[in-house]
Structure formats: structure tokens, C-alpha cells
């Protein structure tokens, strides 16, 4: 996927475009609430949220993949990529969204002022790609398993790379420890065909794809996208002027081998969004199963006498490194307080 690296200049166009886009479609969207008032537009249908640009959605039509530029009435939530909804069409590839299913999950993150933002929702499954060059800390990968456990939504750790991992590489044995506590794991290489390791896995749901820079997760997408990408972003453009190189919404794609990918520059950096660290521990199912067995309350799980989780550790039960990675979120958060170090 292209990476995006504008000038100052061409941010503030955009900024400009997009404020000029958002006062028209105001207007529209009077107009869209006088039309529906007035019986002028078609009978209610499904539909996909495949982006969402400032006041306008992008609506896909699931029976011909058709793309409509929708306003939603006024009574709805803020929807975002992966809504399903109810729409009624108007003129010329137009249209009105007028009700919203429940989600099965959201993905949310902080904006700047700390207020939290839907992102994308119904997403079923955020694979978690790692690789042993470059390597990534364990910790980090503990810190995509905690925000995948507080957003409802099913980790698989992806290690990538396969062809670069020596017959001994401790990533195996990493890969086998998440195997062990309980997670989904998969061993591939993006310079492999994925059909009998990936492909599988995504069929009939939809996945994210999250991950440190350079693991592969371009590599992978562009695989399983084919030309996919440039076909739907090239019609979303058409539809609202706007071009793939200005982009940063989430974005719905179907794979062609079955399965939906919601992809975004933001997504991707997914575990970094800011996680409340009463709820670290949520992320650790094999450390939570000792939490409150501890002598004091108050363990810092450390060296405190009659610690549960020192004691597990000690016979064998719990990885040690599992409780380091713990206490090394939560310092990262202690560190600077709040969302901002991870913006
Ligand atoms: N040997 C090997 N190289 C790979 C594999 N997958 C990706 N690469 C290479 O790793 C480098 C980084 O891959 P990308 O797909 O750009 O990684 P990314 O995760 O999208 O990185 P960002 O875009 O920075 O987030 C590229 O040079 C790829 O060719 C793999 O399975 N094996
Ligand atoms: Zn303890």
C-alpha cells in the first residue's frame, strides 16, 4: 500500500478541500432530509460502510458492489468503516443512510483531546504480524494482545518471515508459547502464496491487520488484495474527488479468495492506542488466573512475600518473561500520562 508523505502545502489543500467538501455536504444533507421528508427517495436497502470522508459515506451495495456517496440523518451515531446499515438511494449514485445495525465490535481510539473516536467496527479478528527481523519485542506484541482483549476482538499472532528463521530461532519457540497460553498462531512468509496458511483463516470474516514497521503486513495485504485496492479506491475517488494519496480513512476491501480486510494507516498502529491501566491485566489471561491470590491486595507482583504470581512462575506455570511484559506496560504508561506518547 502506498505510503503517504505530504508537504505542508499539500495538507493545508487538503485541510482547505476538506472543509469546502464538508460545508457542501451540509447542504446536501438538508437537502437529502427534504427529500426523505418528501417520499423522493428509493425504497430502504442494506448496505456496507466501505469509508467515511468528513460528513460523507461510502455505501457499497453488497448484490453489485456498487458505490454510493450517502449523508446519514441527523439522528445517527457517528458510523464508521464496516457499518452495516439501511439506505435509500437518491439521484445519481446518491443516497441517504437511515438506520444502522448493532456491531458486533468497535474499535475505538483517543483523539487529541482525549476523547474517544470510533474507528472501524465489525471487525471480527486483528491479525497480529511479527517477524524475527526485524525483531519484535515480545512486550509489544503482550501490548496488541492487551488491546485486542479490551476491543472484543479476536488476536491471531502472525509470524512472518518464515524463510528467515534459523532451524533453532527463539521466534519458533515464541510462536509455540502463544500456541500454549490458548492463542491462534501462524507460521508464513508474504514471498510464499498464502492459500493454505492465511487464506483460510479469513473467509466469511473480517480482519485487520496490525504490526511494527517493516514485519510485512504490506507485503501480505498487497498478496491478498491483488488489484483489488487500486479498483475500489479508484471508484471511491471518482465518487468524492478525492484521490487514494489523501486517504487515511479506514477502508473496506473484499478478498477475492473470500473475507473482508478493513485497512488504515491508523488500524495498523492499533496496540499503541492508549490502554487504561486498571485493565493491563486483561490482556494477560494466564497472569489474570492468579490475580487476587496474592497475600497483600495491593501486590505490585514483584518481590512482595506471598505472591501468586512469583509462586507460579517459581513451579513453572507462568512465563516469566509474561509478567515482565506486564509490568513493562505498565511503566510505559506511568511514563507519560495519557494517550499522547502513543498518537
Ligand atoms: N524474506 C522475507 N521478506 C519479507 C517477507 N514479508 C515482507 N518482507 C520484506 O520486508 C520488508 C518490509 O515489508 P512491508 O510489507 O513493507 O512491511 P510493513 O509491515 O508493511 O511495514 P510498514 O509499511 O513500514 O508498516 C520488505 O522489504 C518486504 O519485501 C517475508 O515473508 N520474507
Ligand atoms: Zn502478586
Redesign the pocket.
Known amino acids: 500500500m502506498a505510503?503517504r508523505r505530504l508537504t505542508k502545502q499539500q495538507e493545508a489543500r487538503i485541510r482547505h478541500t476538506q472543509r469546502e467538501r464538508h460545508r457542501r455536504a451540509e447542504r446536501k444533507a438538508n437537502l437529502v432530509e427534504t427529500q426523505l421528508a418528501e417520499g423522493q427517495l428509493g425504497s430502504e436497502q442494506p448496505g456496507v460502510v466501505q469509508a467515511h470522508y468528513g460528513a460523507t459515506l461510502a455505501i457499497e451495495r453488497p448484490e453489485d458492489g456498487q458505490v454510493f456517496r450517502c449523508y446519514q440523518r441527523a439522528n445517527l451515531p457517528a458510523l464508521v468503516t464496516g457499518d452495516r446499515v439501511t439506505w435509500c438511494a437518491g439521484q445519481d449514485d446518491t443516497g441517504v443512510v437511515v438506520a444502522c445495525e448493532d456491531r458486533r465490535s468497535l474499535l475505538v481510539r483517543p483523539d487529541l483531546r482525549g476523547q474517544l473516536r470510533p474507528v472501524a467496527a465489525n471487525i471480527d479478528q486483528i491479525m497480529i504480524?511479527f517477524s524475527s527481523i526485524p525483531a519484535t519485542p515480545l512486550a509489544l506484541l503482550d501490548r496488541y494482545l492487551v488491546a485486542a482483549a479490551l476491543s472484543n476482538i479476536e488476536p491471531v499472532l502472525v509470524l512472518?518471515?518464515?524463510?528467515?528463521l534459523t532451524v533453532d530461532d527463539p521466534y519458533r519457540t515464541y510462536l509455540a508459547d502463544y500456541a500454549a497460553l490458548g492463542y491462534r498462531t501462524l507460521l508464513?512468509?508474504?514471498?510464499a502464496p498464502l492459500t493454505d496458511t492465511l487464506v483460510p483463516e479469513l473467509r466469511a470474516k473480517t480482519t485487520a491487520f496490525v504490526?511494527?514497521?517493516?514485519?510485512?503486513?504490506?507485503?501480505?495485504i498487497a498478496q491478498l488484495l491483488g488489484d483489488q485496492e487500486d479498483i475500489v479506491v479508484g471508484e471511491i475517488s471518482e465518487a468524492t474527488g478525492k484521490g487514494r494519496h489523501t486517504t487515511t480513512t479506514a477502508m473496506l476491501y473484499h478478498m477475492p479468495q473470500g473475507g473482508d480486510l478493513i485497512d488504515s494507516p491508523g488500524i495498523?498502529e492499533f496496540g499503541l492506542w492508549h490502554v487504561p491501566e486498571d485493565q493491563v491485566m486483561q490482556g494477560f489471561p494466564d497472569l489474570q488466573a492468579y490475580n487476587g491470590q496474592c497475600k497483600f491486595r495491593d501486590c505490585s507482583h514483584r518481590d512482595d512475600p506471598g505472591c501468586a504470581l512469583q509462586a507460579a512462575i517459581a513451579r513453572g506455570d507462568v512465563l516469566a518473561r509474561r509478567l515482565d511484559s506486564y509490568h513493562a506496560i505498565l511503566a510505559s504508561l506511568a511514563e507519560v500520562s495519557g494517550y499522547r506518547r502513543y498518537e
Open positions: 505510503k504480524v512472518n518471515k518464515s524463510d528467515l508464513l512468509s508474504a514471498k504490526g511494527q514497521s517493516g514485519v510485512g503486513k504490506s507485503s501480505l495498523r
